[in-house]
């Protein structure tokens, strides 16, 4: 992501789904979102390669705040963050 110019503050919502489990280095990438996403809006995760709760430490790490969870199969959670201010 380091080749990839973004205004902080400038994206309204993200959508990663089937992606972040494939993300490397994670944590960065999490941060990397973190920044440029507006204030008060929502990162929205689903996909069941790495752990819901590992997941949620990585985003609450990053600088998000967990806003809702939930599994709609056995497999597949959904986790929505919102960028703390």
Do not use: C, R, W
Request: charged share 25%; net charge positive; glycine share 4%.
């Amino acid at each position: 992501m380091k080749d990839f110019t973004l205004s902080a503050n400038s994206i309204g919502i993200v959508f990663a789904s089937l992606v972040l489990h494939e993300i490397s280095p994670l944590s960065e990438n999490l941060q990397f979102i973190n920044k440029v996403l507006k204030e008060e809006e929502k990162a929205k995760h689903s996909h069941p390669g790495i752990a819901s709760a590992k997941m949620e430490k990585k985003l609450i790490k990053a600088g998000f705040s967990i806003s809702k969870k939930f599994h709609p199969t056995e497999s597949i959670y959904v986790i929505i963050a919102q960028k703390q201010k």
